[in-house]
């Protein structure tokens, strides 16, 4: 499809956009077909996720069983705390709640290549974006993610009140938005400086709490940024 479009339409603009195992997806597009793409977002790329080995024994349960329930009720659990995109998920009819075997480990070497395809992506401007609340997949990888990359067009924004879908419907905010727009003016259209330049940048809620600065600094220091970097909170 990314071939058709750079064919048909080469003057068009191709931004690739991934939240969890899309993030993962994007990153490994860009790395592999640069040329295809012109800008990279990712949120929360799958890498490194909390409990792996307990989401494999519900997820085995759940094979034996023969219906979903133990590890897509984990899942559910801790991407989210809003009740009503819970529900929607269990039983809107349109989201899979299981993986065959073949493709849970698919997926597991999706999850293992990311940092390796982080470091390919050597000049397509890339924007990781990581909610510092997320439950699911450890905010210190995506900071890792974000070392990794080899381009000097990238930027890590940690969304200071978000969970692990920060791009969701209803989960999305304004700040963030307004973030991205100014993001991707600059990069593809050039129209005049971002939001902020520097590598690491929170959105804040107000003035951050105490722990909420020590897992930025964490995030900071797993991003490669040296102590004399500033970051702002906005």
């Known amino acids: ?15 690739l956009v991934g939240e969890s195992m899309g993030g993962a997806v994007v990153i490994r597009l860009a790395a ?52 009503e995109l819970r529900h929607y998920w269990k039983h809107g009819g349109k989201t899979r709640l299981t993986l065959t075997i073949k493709e849970a480990y698919r997926y597991l070497r999706l999850m293992r290549a990311t940092p390796g395809n982080a470091r390919k992506i050597r000049d397509v401007p890339t924007l990781i974006i990581q909610g510092l609340y997320d439950r699911l997949s450890k905010p210190l990888a995506s900071a890792g993610i974000f070392n990794q990359l080899s381009t000097p067009n990238k930027q890590l924004l940690i969304a200071a009140a978000s969970e692990h879908l920060v791009l969701e419907e209803n989960q999305l905010s304004d700040k963030v938005v307004e973030f991205i727009d100014s993001w991707l003016e600059h990069h593809l259209l050039f129209l005049g400086a971002p939001v902020r330049r520097e590598p690491v940048v929170v ?32």
């Open 1 to 15: 499809l990314l071939e058709y479009l750079r064919a048909t339409q080469p003057e068009a603009t191709t931004v």
């Open 32 to 83: 592999e077909y640069p040329y295809l793409a012109d800008a990279v977002i990712a949120s929360a790329p799958a890498w490194r996720i909390f409990q792996v080995p307990g989401i494999t024994a519900r997820g085995l349960i759940d094979r034996v069983v023969g219906e979903p329930g133990f590890a897509s009720e984990w899942v559910i659990k801790h991407a989210t705390s809003c009740d």
């Open 203 to 234: 959105l804040g809620r107000g003035e951050l709490s105490e722990a909420d600065r020590n897992q930025v600094d964490k995030l900071v220091k797993a991003a490669g940024i040296g102590e004399s970097q500033t970051v702002p909170v906005f």
